[in-house]
């Protein structure tokens, strides 16, 4: 019996996005990479403005950016009650 190497074989991204189908997943995966990588560099730019601003640590301007999006956030439906 041969064993066909099927699940030692897995790529990264079917770990990572394992809804998305075979047929198509490069491209879908480059999408999705794009985006979070867009993220990711106007986060960074925000923070470091904030910082430069304010004359704090990048952590610290990090934190309160995370802070004020998670009060804007628990505004909405359910976390209203808070």
């Not at 990264?12 to 993220?39: C, H, M, N, Y």
């Not at 923070?47 to 601003?53: F, K, P, T």
Request: aromatic share 6%; proline share 4%; hydrophobic share 40%.
């Amino acid at each position: 019996m041969t064993h066909c190497g099927f699940h030692r074989q897995r790529r990264r991204s079917d770990l990572l996005f394992p809804g998305i189908p075979g047929r198509g997943q490069t491209q879908v995966l480059t999408q999705v990479l794009a985006v979070i990588e867009e993220k990711a560099r106007r986060n960074t730019k925000l923070v470091l403005e904030e910082s430069a601003a304010q004359k704090i640590l990048p952590r610290e301007a990090a934190m309160r950016l995370a802070l004020k999006r998670l009060e804007q956030a628990m505004t909405f439906k359910r976390w209203s009650i808070y």
